[in-house]
């Protein structure tokens, strides 16, 4: 195993960076990109542009961030403190996004298991359309949402189970190759699930285009379009960013960065993506079968 960043935890003081400009420039990213996806949804003719300018901006801070703090690991500028601090940092950004799909979740969940069933009761249709029945999905009034099929499980949510099932066994077979200073093994295993998650992104992208061409499924599709496509477009939003992390490990994996003891951003990426896994499962289960 190379030696490289064997000093990461051989600073006998805690590393305090200097003042940085990159939480400013993401902040302009994200204004960007906020504005435009507003933009896209309303059918903005600046909206596409604001937003590319956005993930650009993104895209900038990114690298130059991550590529600064992975410098600075290399150089052994960090010690145990600095890792432990990683560490609750990366849990608290986890954290965050269990809270993310956990709001998405509950408004699939209100809207219906809750509001669905009480509109349906004989004391408040007298406030609706005479032919109103409470079924999900609800096409709405007669001509406010056009019809449309749903997506059922198979074939492509189950095989996009498959595929991140398996990612997730092939990132844990990494990370212990990784362990036991078997650097061959590691950018392996480690391709083979930046490569799964590719796959899972194309079938995604295969079944988009299938719902919006040949279902009428679309964002507009009444709560059931809007809920389906925020929940799983999101989702592979963050497989994609998943899949970008665990491609910079590997790069970083082939450059001899990391040794058995200290890689933890091998370590976070790799929560990150169990992560991911776990939020899928939910999706599948409860968007696709129920």
Do not use: C
Not at 71 to 88: A, H, I, P, T
Not at 150 to 171: C, D, E, F, K, R
């Amino acid at each position: 195993m190379s030696s490289a960043g064997a000093h990461t935890s051989s600073a006998p003081y805690y590393f305090i960076p200097s003042p940085s400009q990159w939480p400013l420039v993401g902040g302009v990213a994200m204004l960007f990109a906020g504005f435009g996806a507003v933009g896209v949804v309303n059918g903005a003719a600046w909206g596409p542009w604001s937003l590319l300018v956005g993930f650009a901006i993104l895209f900038y801070m990114l690298v130059g961030w991550f590529g600064q703090v992975a410098g600075e690991s290399e150089k052994g500028l960090y010690n145990e403190r600095v890792d432990g601090s990683f560490r609750w940092s990366m849990s608290w950004f986890i954290f965050s996004e269990v809270m993310f799909f956990g709001a998405f979740f509950g408004a699939l969940f209100y809207a219906r298991a809750i509001t669905m069933p009480w509109l349906g009761d004989l004391d408040h249709k007298q406030f609706l359309w005479p032919d109103f029945s409470a079924s999900w999905p609800n096409l709405g009034p007669a001509g406010a949402v056009e019809p449309f099929q749903t997506i059922g499980p198979w074939p492509i949510p189950t095989i996009n189970t498959a595929l991140l099932l398996t990612s997730g066994v092939t990132l844990t077979i990494a990370h212990h190759a990784l362990k036991d200073g078997k650097r061959g093994a590691t950018a392996f295993w480690l391709f083979a699930t930046v490569l799964l998650g590719a796959i899972f992104m194309g079938f995604q992208a295969y079944e988009y285009a299938h719902a919006y061409r040949d279902l009428n499924l679309t964002l507009s599709s009444g709560i059931f379009g809007s809920t389906f496509f925020m929940l799983t477009g999101f989702h592979g939003f963050h497989v994609t960013i998943g899949a970008i992390m665990l491609a910079v490990v590997l790069i970083r994996v082939l450059k001899g960065h990391f040794t058995p003891e200290h890689h933890f951003a091998f370590e976070g990426a790799a929560w990150y993506w169990h992560f991911v896994d776990v939020v899928w499962l939910g999706l599948y289960v409860i968007v696709y079968w129920l």
